[in-house]
């Protein structure tokens, strides 16, 4: 996920209305110019040390019988208590939609928690709201490790990444993981809110993540409650069979045009073209251009009744 060098992009053209419009090609010293910005905007995201600390409202959830602080961390930074913990849950939560990858899939994740790179928003129960341990959904050892620091025990967390996807840079939830107990009362929502919030204020085109095809329920969750898309570059967008799929919410239309308008090849393109001469006949209008690839970008056919004309 590191920066990629520079590439030399081709012009994209726009047809309107069946005229092609040649678009300008931007200058090297723009492009190398918005790369650094890019490059610059991601490594201030990486550094921040507490990203609540810009929405302090979001420091507390209360809400249908729950009462959660919530507090930032690091990869590189967690105690031996916490990591224990964030095992457990992850094991509780996603052992059933992995199934036969789950044993290669937990030892990837326990590498990926403790990255300096990886930040954290821990959500703790309230000191004074803590009941009896047979609320717990874990078993009883794991729930002898959970962390109680200067607030109640863990109950979740979100370990998020700022990294860069397509040229575009993103804020990459790598797990959102809560227990079950405290599921369906607002709180995993409330922390998406968070998300897209810490992602906007530090310059990211999107947040993205990766979700299980087998976990119907976070399917549900992200593309009809949250209003997550499919991405272009996820595995089955691209005609390839994967266990997951890959979402996004962006930003701005760069990150709109690269993450979430469908691509097709020219050879596709010249098949709808073909018929173009009909289709306008027909009220209908076309749209697209070409991206840096060279492919051409199809935005949906809408007739002119469905544009407000």
Not at 49 to 78: I, Q
Request: charged share 25%.
């Amino acid at each position: 996920m590191d920066s990629k060098t520079p590439q030399r992009r081709r012009p994209s053209s726009v047809i309107q209305n069946g005229t092609v419009i040649r678009e300008k090609k931007p200058k090297r010293s723009e492009v190398l110019a918005k790369k650094k910005a890019v490059e610059q905007s991601i490594k201030s995201a990486r550094a921040e040390k507490d990203h609540l600390a810009s929405f302090p409202e979001f420091r507390h959830f209360v809400n249908n019988g729950l009462s959660m602080c919530l507090k930032s961390g690091r990869g590189d930074t967690l105690s031996s208590p916490v990591k224990h913990y964030v095992q457990s849950l992850l094991k509780l939560n996603m052992e059933g939609p992995y199934g036969s990858e789950w044993l290669d899939e937990e030892k990837v994740k326990r590498r990926e928690m403790v990255a300096p790179e990886a930040h954290y928003i821990f959500v703790h129960e309230d000191a004074n709201s803590v009941g009896d341990e047979t609320r717990m959904m874990l078993n009883a050892e794991e729930a002898s490790t959970s962390c109680v620091e200067d607030s109640g025990p863990l109950v979740g967390f979100v370990h998020y990444r700022f990294v860069l996807e397509e040229d575009v840079p993103v804020l990459y939830v790598y797990e959102l993981q809560i227990e079950p107990r405290v599921q369906g009362k607002g709180l995993g929502k409330f922390l998406m809110q968070l998300i897209e919030l810490i992602a906007q204020k530090n310059c990211m085109g999107a947040v993205m993540l990766t979700v299980q095809k087998a976990n119907l329920l976070a399917l549900n969750f992200y593309l009809s409650k949250l209003r997550y898309i499919i991405s272009t570059i996820s595995p089955s967008k691209m005609g390839i069979e994967k266990s997951y799929e890959i979402l996004c919410k962006t930003f701005n239309d760069e990150a709109k045009t690269i993450l979430e308008v469908q691509l097709l090849s020219a050879r596709t393109i010249r098949l709808i073209l073909s018929d173009s001469l009909s289709l306008i006949s027909q009220n209908t209008l076309i749209d697209s251009h070409l991206d840096h690839s060279g492919n051409i970008l199809i935005f949906p056919f809408q007739t002119m009744e469905n544009r407000g004309f």
